[in-house]
Each structure stands twice: as C-alpha cells, then as structure tokens.
C-alpha cells in the first residue's frame, strides 16, 4: 500500500496529472478539427439544401461543446493534483472574493442573485486555485437555482487552528443520498442532467484537501450549505 504525501505516491499523482493533461489536449485537438469541418458545411450552399442537414450539424456543435467543457474540466482536474504546499502564499480572501464577484457580475445580474459575506481572513494558499472553489460554489448555486432569485450567503469562523467557510443557497437543496456522491468525478444528481461534465465539485475536493482541508455538503428545506476548512495561519 503507498501511503499518501510519500515521495512515491507524490510520484504516482504527477503521473497521472500529467496523463491527464495529455489526455485533454489531445481532445481540444480532435474538436478544432470537428468544430473547422462542420462550419464549412454550414456555410456550404449545396449542403445546405440537404434536409435535416443543419439540424444534424447542431448535433455535432452540441457534442463538440460538451466534449469541450470535459476536457476543460480534466484540465483542472490534473492542475489541482499538482499543488504543492511548497509554493504557498498569503492570500487575503476578501480581495479574491470581491475579485470573483467582479469576475461573475454579468451572470450574477442575469439570474438577479444577490451575494452578502462577512469579513474574509488571510489564509496560506494557491490564489488561482482558492479562486476556482468559489467560482465553482457560486456557479453551483446559480445553475441549481430554484424559482425566486438566488441568495447566496458566505459565512467563516474560527475553529481552533482552521477556518470554516460556509457557502449557503437558497435552492432546491441536495438528497441525503447524494450528499457525499456529488464530490465524486462525473456524479450528477438525478434531474439536473444540465451544465458540466461533473467535475466542478470534485475539482473542490480536490483544491480544499490539497490545502489540508475537508469539504462536505449539508442540506435542508431552505437550501444546500456547502462547507469547507482551510488551515489558519
């Protein structure tokens, strides 16, 4: 058995992330080529009159952009698996966060979501990947939506030598059985077929237990919380 944090089993995850990452360029190359075939038929006068021709090119576009958005995804996926504590640094999380809600302020007004926080404090980290777990939550929570206006609360404490975040919604919530299932690649609750290819959450896990942290779900008739520990400085 190879136990975690070895230098073997650091090892066999570069490995793999870099299989990964492969892997998903070799998929964006096979799309341009899909993507480039099926815009000349689409302009292709003489194609065009072949019935049901564009509808069956809609097709494709579709698939080409799911494929798309998976290998974005395993992308991200391998990216998270090469973080390293080594190459921390102090991370304000009140900018980060005020820089994701400039970043989401178009889809943010779209679904006329609002979004409160409390003070935010300085935690050890990787910016760039403490950013995607906050993105991901929000978008989470504006695809998931339910029929009034999503209001979404971001909360933290102290507990002994971690913080807890806190990201709550007021959505339609999460079955108890898929509670621990949603983190899991590719896992996609029964009736919200829509969106990703499944990875958002997994990608979380991820980036929070890289940090040296836990995250789970928690959820009632007011909405799904979704909960995350980081280490305090």
Known sequence: MIMPGTPQARKDEREASEFLLHASHDLRAALRSVRVQTDLLLKDREAAQVPGLEERLGWIVDGAQKIDLLADGIASYAIALQIRKESFLPVPMDVLFRTILAMLDKELRANDASVTSGKLPRVAGDPDQLMQVFQSLLHNALRHRGPNPPQIQITVERRADEWLFAVRDNGPGVEEPYLESIFQPFVRLPGRQHGGPGLGLAICR????????????????????????LPAE
């Open 206 to 229: 991820v980036i929070v237990e890289r940090h040296g942290g836990r995250i789970w779900a928690e959820s009632g008739a007011g909405g799904a919380t979704f909960l995350f520990t």
